[in-house]
């Protein structure tokens, strides 16, 4: 009993050491393989990754398989986004069958790969889906300050408050004595400044985020 609960445990483990291969997508083409996704999991849009293909063909044995080289000799890849396109320069891994072309997304959302032309006579033709491109946010640490809402709601009080004393200036509810009407000019000087730091505060609060 404590063998078969020791070999249990041991079989639990060993799954756990297993590498998952995330959300690449495999197809068959012919006698062919073909498996894509990106090197970096999750792909975070403004990173660099490389989107990664792996090509195999039936083993000598049956259930192997071995990988494919020389591949893109006769074949062109072309990665999709929306309507946008872009065809791309694939370079060999060391191990055989394995490619790899760097990109940097530049959006979030779905990719595609398109392939066209052949292996070896077999005629290519597909488009394979990529994993979903991610904001910042999955990788973002420590998180954004919340501040912001509060920042905004103070810079509108400020306003607000200089809107009121321009209006009490205006119509002489706060009175300015001068014979000379340099306290007015004071006076207005002063809440011109008060409304350039609100720009200005306006304006590194938008940068800040």
């Known amino acids: 009993m404590k063998i078969i609960l020791f070999a249990f445990i041991v079989l639990i483990f060993s799954m756990g050491m297993i590498s998952p291969s995330f959300a690449h997508t495999s197809v068959d083409v012919g006698s062919y393989k073909i498996e ?22 039936s083993g000598d044995s049956e259930g192997t398989y071995k990988g494919v080289t020389s591949v893109f000799k006769n074949l062109e890849a072309t990665v999709m986004y929306g309507g946008a396109t872009k065809k791309i320069d694939i370079n060999s ?43 910042t946010s999955v990788l973002n640490f420590p998180p954004k300050s919340s501040e912001g809402p509060a920042d905004l709601t103070a810079l509108k009080n400020a306003i607000s408050s200089l809107q009121q004393d321009v209006s009490k200036l205006k119509s002489g509810e706060t009175s300015v004595s001068s014979n000379d009407g340099s306290s007015y000019d004071f006076a207005i000087f002063g809440l011109s400044i008060a409304a350039a730091a609100i720009v200005l505060a306006i304006i590194a609060l938008v940068k800040r985020k």
């Open 36 to 57: 894509v996704g990106w090197k970096i999991e999750p792909p975070v849009v403004g990173i660099r990754n490389d989107i990664t293909l792996k090509i195999t063909e």
């Open 93 to 135: 891994d060391p191990r055989p069958g394995y490619y790899f072309s760097p990109i940097i997304p530049t959006k979030t959302g779905s990719y595609i790969m398109d392939l066209k032309g052949e292996i070896s006579g077999t005629l290519v033709d597909v488009q394979i889906p990529i994993e979903d491109v991610e904001s």
